[in-house]
């Protein structure tokens, strides 16, 4: 029939927080890229008060969805997305991006265009975590304790400094608080007396260095890392030995200042109120907390092997 035109292969949804980013992202030339493609992209920019349930209320009427900010942003809308069988592209607008450097995404708007385009996605576990009964997911990791408490302190700081606010914000642990943590791993209780707990699915740190080894987001279990060193820079040995073992030099040197143990479910209590984060947004000012694990709960857009993002 004349003047009918071929509906486009690509139907691409990007949700994006216009306060991510600092207006530096690259989002308007990722998007360019698509449209000159030939893909159909809808944007909708984040409004306060609004669920994020409600940005993907029609998610099946689409190929792929951008989450563009930072971390906390990408969690949310994997957590609304959980089980739909759409892939996500984690686009880096935040201030760390850490999932975007998990799962090796470039910085490049054209060359994310391209992993949209492409379409190949990795099968990866999601985290959920319940306050008093108000359920969130997580991508990376949910923290009570040292880590939480500086990614609250970088708050102030992240507007002037970006991810140097978090450097800044360590050097403020140097003493941190240490009490008694109640557990309930997959229904066994057990105590420890630490700095924190840290609840990973995904398991490497900036530029890609594993926080420990045996971290992989799509084995169905958690990662739960118990923080006995004194202060955060004592764990600066743990994260070596976690390079070495990548690297295949050897066996751990430093095993003193963490323990690690597997959980599909688990219950962080402590004997003093601890601030909780879960993927570097501090929602909640204490514990207790449960964290569960959703297997292969959300498809991830990126150019790697699923393999490759374990620790």
């Known amino acids: 029939m004349t003047g009918q035109t071929t509906p486009p292969t690509h139907r691409i949804l990007v949700v994006f927080n216009p306060k991510s980013g600092q207006g530096e992202s690259g989002l308007p030339e990722f998007v360019t890229v698509l449209r000159d493609s030939g893909a159909s992209v809808t944007e909708r920019e984040l409004q306060p008060d609004v669920p994020m349930s409600e940005y993907v209320r029609d998610l099946t009427e689409y190929s792929a969805v951008v989450g563009a900010g930072g971390d906390g942003t990408v969690s949310s809308l994997a957590y609304a997305m ?13 201030t760390a991006n850490l999932i ?3 799962l090796d995404l470039p910085r490049d708007p054209a060359d994310l265009a391209r992993i949209v385009l492409d379409g190949h996605a990795v099968q990866l576990d999601l985290g959920e975590v319940d306050v008093r009964g108000e359920k ?12 939480a408490a500086m990614i609250r302190d970088s708050e102030d700081l992240k507007e002037r400094f970006g991810a140097m606010a978090y450097v800044m914000s360590a050097m403020k642990q140097l003493n941190p608080k240490k009490t008694r943590f ?7 209780r057990r105590e420890f007396e630490g700095i924190g707990v840290m609840v990973a699915n ?6 890609r260095l594993p926080i420990t080894d045996d971290i992989s987001p799509s084995d169905g279990r958690f990662t739960v890392i118990l923080m006995r060193a004194g202060n955060i820079l004592r764990l600066v040995p743990n994260l070596i030995d976690s390079v ?3 690297l295949g030099l050897g ?3 430093f095993a003193g200042n963490l323990e690690t143990l597997e959980a599909r479910e688990i219950t962080v209590d ?8 879960y993927d570097g947004e501090l929602h909640v000012e204490t514990t207790p907390f449960t964290a569960r694990i959703l297997p292969g709960a959300i498809r991830l857009l990126t150019h790697v092997r699923r393999d490759e993002l374990d620790t």
């Open 202 to 207: 995904l398991g490497m740190a900036n530029y």
């Open 100 to 102: 975007a450097q998990n």
């Open 136 to 147: 969130s997911g997580f991508c990376m990791l949910a923290g009570a304790g040292a880590d």
């Open 251 to 253: 066996d751990p040197m």
């Open 82 to 94: 959980r089980d739909r069988n759409v892939p996500l592209l984690a686009y880096p607008a935040g």
């Open 182 to 188: 109640q557990l309930t791993i997959d229904g066994e």
């Open 270 to 277: 402590a004997d003093d109120p601890f601030p909780l984060q």
């Open 244 to 246: 070495r073992g990548k």
